[in-house]
């Protein structure tokens, strides 16, 4: 018997971008699949849209703002699949997305991780772009986590498909994670697995939204704890696996990579970082600005280039998607907004 796959699927305020969302799950081409959607106290159309697609095989549930990892948490409290797809609700999958990764794992353990290729987007799925990374192939745990830490790569949330077993095995979501929560969870996952199946054949669109994301950090407090919290842990998981020179060096590299996004407003954690890179036998260095910035520490200070660096990108990425959306609006004259559109109309790439 083919086993059942859950779509768990959080949302909050995702009303323009959770019906296609929902369709490209409907539109999986493995059965058995179930869908269950989770509306984390959304103050938008999110829930009266998720309802117009409850069926047999989705059901919606709602709870007060917890936030993604607690909504995740509940979607998976109520699910029966012997798989997991986590499935973010402004993201898409390839229509064969699953059925390729599961005709992949073939009969392997239930510890394999399954993990696929993903492309960013902003409203167009079909300008999607896929660039492989070191990530992007068959790896041990430790090989994966070393890449991951040591090169600055990440794989997105919607391209792993993960057993029961595993997922049980790792533990619920951190609900104290206000960012790189992905991070964090998938961590133990991969703690937990005998290794990574990169599948190329299967294919996940990740919408990006600049500065609305989850994981965008900007000037938060909050959300850089959060981040900081999720690199100790990042550090001590890698060092479960191996703790040895090349495992040393690429925590190293790790917390120098993200330094600068606490540096220099956040001298309590830079000291952190730097003391826990001395523990593991290196040193951090000032980090560095690229020219489009560098210019601005050398007449105004690493203040307000610090100031730069955090508005600028929002300003471009603003203007990018004001040019995506009507690019995409001149595409799609005549036809609903995706939330709009009744649950029968398939998602096509």
């Known amino acids: 018997m083919k086993p059942l796959v859950s779509i768990l699927i959080p949302a ?31 103050v938008d159309r999110t829930l009266t849209i998720a309802r117009q697609f409850e069926s047999e095989s989705v059901r919606v549930f709602t709870q007060k703002n917890q936030g993604a990892a607690a909504a995740r948490n509940k979607a998976f409290s109520e699910s029966r699949g ?21 005709e992949a794992l073939g009969n392997c353990s239930n510890r394999i991780l399954l993990s696929s290729a993903w492309g960013y987007f902003m409203y167009r799925p079909r300008q999607a772009r896929f660039v492989p990374t070191p990530l992007w192939r068959d790896l041990s745990p430790l090989e994966w986590l070393i890449r991951k830490m040591g ?58 939204s600049g500065a609305g994301s989850l994981s965008y950090i900007g000037d938060s407090a909050r959300k850089k704890d959060a981040h900081w919290r999720s690199m100790e842990l990042h550090i001590s ?23 600068l996004v606490f540096y220099p407003g956040r001298p309590d954690i830079v000291q952190r970082a730097r003391e826990l890179a001395h523990s593991l036998g290196g040193d951090l260095s000032e980090p560095s600005l690229s020219w489009k910035y560098a210019w601005i520490k050398q007449l105004c200070g690493w203040n307000m280039a610090a100031r730069a660096r955090s508005f600028l990108p929002r300003l471009r990425w603003a203007m990018l998607r004001s040019w995506d959306k009507a690019l995409f609006a001149l595409e799609n004259r005549g036809t609903a907004p995706g939330g709009m559109i009744g649950p029968q109309i398939p998602v096509r790439f």
Not at 82 to 102: F, G, V
């Open 12 to 42: 909050f305020n995702a009303e323009e971008w959770l019906g296609d969302t929902l369709r490209s799950a409907l539109a999986q081409t493995w059965d058995p699949k179930e869908i269950i959607v989770v509306d984390d106290g959304s």
């Open 82 to 102: 012997e798989y997991i797809q986590w499935l973010d609700a402004d993201d898409l999958l390839a229509p064969d997305k699953i059925s390729n990764q599961l």
């Open 151 to 208: 090169q600055n790569l990440h794989m997105q949330t919607a391209t792993w498909l993960v057993s029961r077993e595993l997922t049980e095995a790792a533990g619920p979501w951190n609900t104290q994670m206000l960012g790189d929560d992905d991070g964090e969870y998938f961590c133990r996952v991969l703690l937990a697995s005998e290794g990574v199946r990169f599948v190329p054949e299967s294919r996940v669109y990740y919408r990006q």
């Open 237 to 259: 998981y890698l060092r479960l696996l191996e703790d040895s020179e090349r495992v040393r060096r690429a925590c190293i590299q790790y917390l120098q990579n993200w330094l």
